[in-house]
């Protein structure tokens, strides 16, 4: 079976890099499908193990042909035979970018113990401290630490997507980050003042030989599509910079 996938010539190709069904793909594979002709073929690559099992079903309620998977040296080369619902496919994408562009996230908050709150979104539920802490150790990270982390955190994931998405090795992918306040004091009631994030440093250093524009080129889709990127410069000196060694 795989060596008569290998013999096929798709019409369309493209790549969904390590993105799983629930963060975008199937937007994505709707799209390329839309520019697939009726009974052409669809070569969607991939580095996400779940996709596996999320394409079959997909395929068959979207009225397309699963034709099978093929391993190759960085990643899953997946086959899909366009359908006859041209009108559907188009309604089912328009569908998509309305909900995608109407999506909210939802969560909760309780106060849990001392100097703790816990967090409840989607399936799971985390823990966060004080507003702000300046002790060497605590027992939760601080609310001003979730927010640098979900940062930097949102950062390296989205750069290793985009790299993969560009077949780019990049390796060891790791960020640093340090942030101050205006006025610490004003927090702590002490004295009037703006306790508002003044400034964010983050650098980000990766591990490549890939050609160096090229991963600078993925880096700036990064930081450009970023939500929390694209809302902190609005507020605060956001100083982002990209190191390859």
């Given at each position: 079976?795989?060596?008569?996938?290998?013999?096929?010539?798709?019409?369309?190709?493209?790549?969904?890099?390590?993105?799983?069904?629930?963060?975008?793909?199937?937007?994505?594979?709707?799209?390329?499908?839309?520019?697939?002709?009726?009974?052409?073929?669809?070569?969607?690559?991939?580095?996400?193990?779940?996709?596996?099992?999320?394409?079959?079903?997909?395929?068959?309620?979207?009225?397309?042909?699963?034709?099978?998977?093929?391993?190759?040296?960085?990643?899953?080369?997946?086959?899909?035979?366009?359908?006859?619902?041209?009108?559907?496919?188009?309604?089912?994408?328009?569908?998509?970018?309305?909900?995608?562009?109407?999506?909210?996230?939802?969560?909760?908050?309780?106060?849990?113990?001392?100097?703790?709150?816990?967090?409840?979104?989607r399936n799971f539920s985390f823990e966060i401290g004080q507003p702000v802490s300046f002790e060497e150790k605590d027992k939760y990270?601080?609310?001003?630490?979730?927010?640098?982390?979900?940062?930097?955190?949102?950062?390296?994931?989205?750069?290793?997507?985009?790299?993969?998405?560009?077949?780019?090795?990049?390796?060891?992918?790791?960020?640093s980050l340090s942030g101050s306040l205006n006025n610490i004091l004003s927090h702590m009631g002490l004295e009037e003042g703006d306790?508002?994030?003044?400034?964010?440093?983050?650098?980000?250093?990766?591990?490549?030989?890939?050609?160096?524009?090229?991963?600078?080129?993925?880096?700036?889709?990064?930081?450009?599509?970023?939500?929390?990127?694209?809302?902190?410069?609005?507020?605060?000196?956001?100083?982002?910079?990209?190191?390859?060694?």
């Amino acid at each position: 079976m795989e060596r008569e996938l290998d013999l096929i010539t798709p019409d369309i190709v493209f790549d969904g890099g390590d993105m799983d069904c629930g963060s975008g793909l199937i937007l994505l594979i709707r799209e390329q499908m839309l520019k697939t002709p009726l009974d052409g073929i669809l070569e969607m690559r991939s580095r996400e193990p779940t996709v596996a099992d999320d394409l079959p079903p997909w395929c068959r309620m979207s009225g397309h042909e699963y034709l099978g998977k093929v391993a190759a040296e960085s990643c899953t080369r997946y086959f899909v035979k366009r359908g006859s619902g041209l009108k559907d496919e188009e309604e089912a994408f328009k569908e998509d970018l309305k909900q995608a562009q109407e999506y909210q996230w939802r969560l909760r908050t309780r106060s849990t113990g001392h100097l703790k709150s816990t967090v409840y979104t989607r399936n799971f539920s985390f823990e966060i401290g004080q507003p702000v802490s300046f002790e060497e150790k605590d027992k939760y990270p601080c609310a001003v630490e979730y927010l640098f982390g979900a940062l930097a955190g949102s950062l390296s994931t989205a750069f290793a997507t985009e790299c993969a998405k560009d077949n780019l090795e990049v390796d060891d992918i790791e960020i640093s980050l340090s942030g101050s306040l205006n006025n610490i004091l004003s927090h702590m009631g002490l004295e009037e003042g703006d306790p508002s994030i003044r400034e964010i440093e983050l650098k980000c250093f990766a591990s490549t030989f890939e050609d160096e524009e090229k991963v600078k080129a993925a880096w700036e889709r990064t930081v450009t599509r970023s939500p929390l990127a694209a809302t902190l410069q609005k507020a605060v000196v956001l100083t982002l910079k990209l190191a390859l060694v």
